[in-house]
């Protein structure tokens, strides 16, 4: 942490700065410029994350020069991490595809999607059955039940399954079903969630809240692994913007940057980032260009009868050819 | 809702919309145009709100264009709501000063700002016992003995309490002290917790998501009335962009649309949208110049010692001219 | 400037950033932490504005401490500037309204508009002759007959006249007409048209790009500046963001922080930020309460028959009535 | 355009709507539903582009429902344009690499960057004579005599040249020179420099605004189009949003959009959108897997000495190895 003094703040000012740095344990370095002084504080930078500097008399502004986050930094674990998910690996050198429904709606849509998800090689099953929706009057899942068609689904394909949780009160019951636990994007800094999901050993597919930066994905990530569990997949989904053609804008960047500072998996969900079934390849081929370790994509046996977001699924008979084009750019990346 | 049609749509395309809307019941009235086809589906919008038409063949696009939401319409109580939350009124023709510290830290820091708050003329407590974090190094909030602090703060100073709740499983407990459940930002869209607190009886603030529309502000007040609490006060709180000389933008317009489009009352918080004390003021001013009928300001007896927040805090000393200030606005603008 | 280098740089890294620094008359303050060295460049800022730090083996990021611009900035005037418009002043203590319509499109429509504009209590005409337009098939405005309408209207109501210079050709025949350049939104960072502004002598009227910063407004005020004007008037007139309730977000912050960070004039354009008439009013009340020296607004005859941005214009006979309430609102505040 | 009406206009505000369509010629279509009216005016876009249905009495909005842009459309052109630059092609099927200097500085540098360009098999150079900066203390660029420095790039190396132009007036100059004239984000809005570019021969390279939609971006290059020059290359080069990690957001799927809508060539430009030289390569890769028919990249002898940009230069020994991983994404992807 950097604390760069006002022009015309007082010596008793610096002394204040310095007094409440070594207070903590830090050690303070003073370096006076001819303008202003600089103080930096070195040592552990989690007993001054909460030091409000900004609001010491005499203090133009705080800069932190170290990272926020430790247990998922790369230098944490620099041979990077893969993540069992139900015995199929995700991370560098892999390439996996998880395909599925936006949400488990039936009996039939599941099963039928799941068989076609596997026929076409994908290698996890993904599938909704609690559903965060924007309007009370949607369709929100069909909650347990769905949890059960998910349970069949892996009975009937093999497949490990990826589904979401929005309720520390679900995490045993999900848990039973689900090979990972995904956390949606709305609940990226649902921080009770998180610090819950980290206490049990479940892996966990950390979404990217649509407004948020890399580095609070980043901290939220860290609460997951705080708690002692460092399997964490992230998946970037896109960002609010002021562009409309798409739901979101597809954040390419935040996959390479995400697999330059931590050791944790990366993937790409075009289809929320889309929100549109045409573009999706173009953005799945752009995120695995990028660096993402796989794809995450929504698939429906009739895409204009969905209950949820119909308007972005690929028909399910389109989705080998998909991952085909995909897994060729993947090649030509050399992430597989 | 209209379905536009491509050009090129075949006839069997535009047959499929209209089936699809008259499936459910509703009236589809077709407008053959020169070039394309539009189709107005009318009725009854809840039953066509999960509708992928876009994913429907031939079909350009669908544009609503009833509003989505109807317990929180204007139109639904025209005169406007008061919500009243521990005796103290919010709405309009009221100006409601809700003042009080970031967390509560500690028994002398809560109760010392407890009797400035009062002393100053604010007419609500605010301070928060469990505090949402980025980091998981920051300080948590004192969690359920900072429930018992802010009690004990009601029982000295009068004043009624609003203090944020952010797990479904803490409600009964928070609501033992609280006067009002504050819903933070961040759970804007915790749509599980909306419903919880919509099923019970405390009154309940909204904080708009610091990436949310008004829409969807609007639609989570929607899962809250529609639970059958219609004690709904908005709080605009700025907005993430690109511009970061404050922590968020201001929205204002959006309090002036909340107005014109909700019978629920509208205030501003200035402290999370300036992000530093000096623009706490002109943030307020501009928020009640807008049409807000109260301000919650955040307060706290030495702000360079504060564990969170301390940046944005104002001094104890300093409230009652704040207060002042404000209350001139509003009273120019005639909402006092 | 501050250079923080990574923890591994070698010492030739260091050295390398010394050299760099002290080759071109700037002095290199050392600070070597526990972690990791930084360092510290104090002189002229201008000397190593361009120095790529960033791109220096062993360096992990250059910040910026001093500002970057001179002439705008607070403390070169510390008495603030009142600009003089055509012996209308603009600045602390006064409270100036600039009205007109949006385009000027005849004979009759100006100056019905001027005499109105004047008999509300307008101090200011303003009115486009050359109109940026996103589409090449609307109305680009009337050209140089709109310059001469304009000047008519001066003569008519004695009102002076505030327009727009796109093109740094248009600068003389403009200058013939108008009391102050107005460099509209499009063109703030129009560096070209900056200096020239700057190398004239009328008034300048800034308009705050929908995308740009608080930062590189003052930038752009410096350009002109620099060139021997100082007479520079800030216009906040909304920035873009996800939010489509209205045309832009009003980023009333932006007013108060002008206002803190340079000795120059700062009005609000609540037209353009709202783009709806209806919210015309609530965002120039929030702008004079955040602090604004005054308001420039679009009225119009007719809104429903104007060539160009007509959903925002304020009738005729709706603007005494909007000049009154924001008066209070200045009053209030203390700005009149 | 369809003109929704409120649900409580009047019969003569419905009148009134239809008799402003028909007043310029185009047909009205009237859709009377059981709560409101709707509109359709069925004809030439262009004379109703201006028409301010929202200002009139009883319209809640106006909704446009065909495309603003016509000689850019991809119907204009169902076969896609391929724009030839001094011999090179850039469109479908052809990949074409642009590297150069961000600014060209001096003699040595210039024909040194030219020379590597060529060597690592790009086939156009690109290099700025005149630079817009935020900062009026920058390096503005050489200007003319920088102009010859890239003449004299060319006789050495036979590479066609873009470069930027920023004024109209030195067009002719610059055409002297360049073979393609790039028209730079800050300038996308400058629709009188879009007209005078529309209006010569040379093709352009229309890069897009940081705060531009692609609708936007559309419409910009129907200005050139419009003035008789189809010869136009889109740029995608990033967009500014709330995410600091990146310098911009590179919106791939604008890339994949563009190629939908448009005839037009699109390529990347990952130097600006990276902001820092660690991401151009998986941002081109990105930007190439999405659909672009080319790369424009940012090379320098020396970046750490660089006068512009040079956190974001590759260095001349990089670029080789640069190509050939973009074009294996290209054949990966069927672009090449």
Do not use: W
């Not at 965060?132 to 490990?160: D, H, K, N």
């Not at 609940?187 to 809240?209: A, I, T």
């Not at 609460?223 to 609010?240: L, P, T, W």
Request: charged share 25%; glycine share 10%; hydrophobic share 45%.
């Amino acid at each position: 942490m950097l604390v760069v003094m006002r022009q015309d703040a007082a010596k008793s000012d610096v002394d204040h700065v310095i007094a409440s740095i070594e207070g903590v344990g830090l050690q303070a370095h003073v370096s006076e410029g001819k303008f202003r002084t600089i103080i930096g504080a070195v040592g552990d930078r989690e007993l001054i994350v909460d030091m409000p500097f900004e609001a010491m008399p005499g203090v133009e502004k705080a800069i932190p020069i170290s990272k926020p986050f430790k247990f998922v930094a790369s230098e944490f674990k620099p041979g990077g991490t893969v993540v069992d998910i139900g015995g199929v690996l995700v991370g560098r050198s892999h390439m996996t595809f998880i395909a599925g429904p936006c949400s488990i709606e039936s009996d039939t849509q599941a099963i039928e999607s799941a068989i076609a998800v596997k026929a076409a090689g994908a290698q996890l099953l993904r599938g909704g059955a609690f559903k965060p929706r924007t309007s009370p009057y949607s369709f929100q899942g069909l909650g347990r039940p769905g949890l059960e068609l998910l349970a069949e689904c892996r009975r009937v394909t093999g497949l490990p399954v990826v589904t979401e949780v929005i309720d520390a009160r679900d995490i045993d019951p999900v848990s039973e079903v689900a090979d990972c636990l995904q956390i949606g994007a709305r609940n990226m800094q649902n921080f009770l969630l998180l610090s819950e999901v980290g206490r049990q050993d479940k892996p966990v597919l950390l979404k990217r809240g649509f407004s948020n930066t890399v580095e609070e994905l980043l901290m939220s990530a860290e609460y997951v692994a705080k708690g002692g569990n460092a399997d964490i997949v992230f998946c970037e989904r896109g960002i609010r913007t002021f562009e409309k053609t798409t739901r979101a804008t597809l954040d390419v960047a935040a996959i390479s940057v995400l697999r330059k500072q931590s050791h944790l998996p990366v993937i790409v969900d075009p289809s929320h980032a889309a929100g549109r079934a045409d573009l999706v390849l173009p953005l799945a081929l752009a995120g695995v260009a990028a660096g993402a370790d796989g794809v995450m994509v929504e698939v429906h046996p009739d895409p204009s009868s969905a209950l949820s977001d119909g308007e972005q699924a690929l028909r399910l008979d389109e989705l080998k050819d998909f991952i085909d084009q995909v897994r060729a750019v993947a090649v030509a990346v050399g992430s597989i």
